[in-house]
């Protein structure tokens, strides 16, 4: 009996199949990729009326969505439940039901009993000083501070940029500004505004080399020497040109070509 116990193995033993082991094997798969993506990807309540287009994406969103919220938004209008954001935006149901209990929306909007709050226990802030509006190209670092949410450090950011360029021609360079909440951005456009063309030094797009193309702040050298590739084969570039170059930024044409000279 002993030599019986000693030698026997007396464990249930079971050989898996091919697709037992597949199978477990996306079993942890698909747990690793959950853990990590929950300890990266935590979300915290935001107001969806300013939903970046990468959060967007996340909660399940389509670009014709997005779009419509973006559109909504330039009329200067404001979803103020979730049952309204579904009506502009037309997201499902479901995509709704995740999205939801994370929306935050300002405290006038949820509960607005507090206009009626005792004025024994409210408390005077300083206002910010009004704002007439302005030239961005022309606005100091004190005007620019009137608006809530920019201080010190967003103020000389919006400067220098504007001094690396030259001079803003669109109000959309806003969104490249590291630090401009897609809220202050909005409170920019209220007060500043591009009354004419800035005058900067444009480059002329057939005659620069790589290296001044690549000096430009929009290029890089990849791009610069694509620019120089595309004219020795084709010759004289025009504007409508560029989008056939290799690797131009699309979604900034009309930006960078007031910057250039043809």
Same mark, same amino acid.
């Given at each position: 009996?002993?030599?019986?116990?000693?030698?026997?193995?007396?464990?249930?033993?079971?050989?898996?199949?091919?697709?037992?082991?597949?199978?477990?094997?996306?079993?942890?798969?698909?747990?690793?990729?959950?853990?990590?993506?929950?300890?990266?990807?935590?979300?915290?309540?935001?107001?969806?009326?300013?939903?970046?287009?990468?959060?967007?994406?996340?909660?399940?969103?389509?670009?014709?969505?997005?779009?419509?919220?973006?559109?909504?938004?330039?009329?200067?209008?404001?979803?103020?439940?979730?049952?309204?954001?579904?009506?502009?935006?037309?997201?499902?149901?479901?995509?709704?039901?995740?999205?939801?209990?994370?929306?935050?929306?300002?405290?006038?909007?949820?509960?607005?009993?507090?206009?009626?709050?005792?004025?024994?226990?409210?408390?005077?802030?300083?206002?910010?000083?009004?704002? $007439? +509006?302005? %030239?961005?190209?022309?606005?100091? @670092? *004190?005007? =620019?501070?009137?608006? #809530?949410?920019?201080?010190? $450090? +967003?103020? %000389?950011?919006?400067?220098?940029? @504007? *001094?690396? =360029?030259?001079?803003? #021609?669109?109000?959309?360079?806003?969104?490249?500004?590291?630090?401009?909440?897609?809220?202050?951005?909005?409170?920019?456009?209220?007060?500043?505004?591009?009354?004419?063309?800035?005058?900067?030094?444009?480059?002329?797009?057939?005659?620069?080399?790589?290296?001044?193309?690549?000096?430009?702040?929009?290029?890089?050298?990849?791009?610069?020497?694509?620019?120089?590739?595309?004219?020795?084969?084709?010759?004289?570039?025009?504007?409508?040109?560029?989008?056939?170059?290799?690797?131009?930024?699309?979604?900034?044409?009309?930006?960078?070509?007031?910057?250039?000279?043809?």
């Amino acid at each position: 009996m002993q030599l019986l116990y000693s030698f026997v193995d007396f464990n249930e033993s079971h050989s898996l199949s091919v697709e037992e082991k597949q199978w477990i094997s996306l079993q942890k798969d698909l747990l690793t990729t959950k853990d990590r993506y929950t300890s990266h990807y935590k979300v915290y309540p935001f107001n969806p009326n300013f939903i970046s287009d990468e959060k967007a994406y996340r909660f399940g969103m389509t670009l014709e969505q997005i779009q419509r919220l973006r559109d909504f938004r330039k009329q200067g209008k404001f979803a103020n439940s979730a049952k309204e954001f579904q009506h502009v935006t037309g997201v499902s149901d479901s995509v709704l039901k995740v999205m939801a209990h994370q929306f935050k929306f300002p405290d006038w909007v949820t509960n607005p009993s507090t206009s009626s709050y005792s004025k024994s226990n409210w408390k005077e802030f300083p206002k910010k000083q009004a704002i $007439a +509006i302005l %030239d961005i190209n022309q606005a100091t @670092k *004190e005007d =620019l501070m009137k608006v #809530v949410g920019i201080g010190d $450090a +967003i103020s %000389d950011r919006i400067i220098k940029q @504007k *001094e690396l =360029l030259g001079g803003f #021609v669109s109000m959309d360079q806003m969104t490249e500004i590291w630090g401009l909440s897609p809220e202050v951005i909005y409170d920019l456009n209220k007060y500043f505004v591009i009354k004419s063309n800035p005058n900067i030094k444009k480059i002329n797009i057939n005659s620069a080399s790589i290296k001044e193309l690549g000096q430009f702040y929009y290029f890089r050298y990849p791009l610069s020497k694509n620019i120089v590739t595309y004219r020795s084969m084709n010759g004289t570039i025009k504007i409508e040109d560029l989008s056939n170059i290799k690797g131009f930024p699309l979604d900034k044409i009309k930006i960078i070509a007031l910057y250039l000279e043809f």
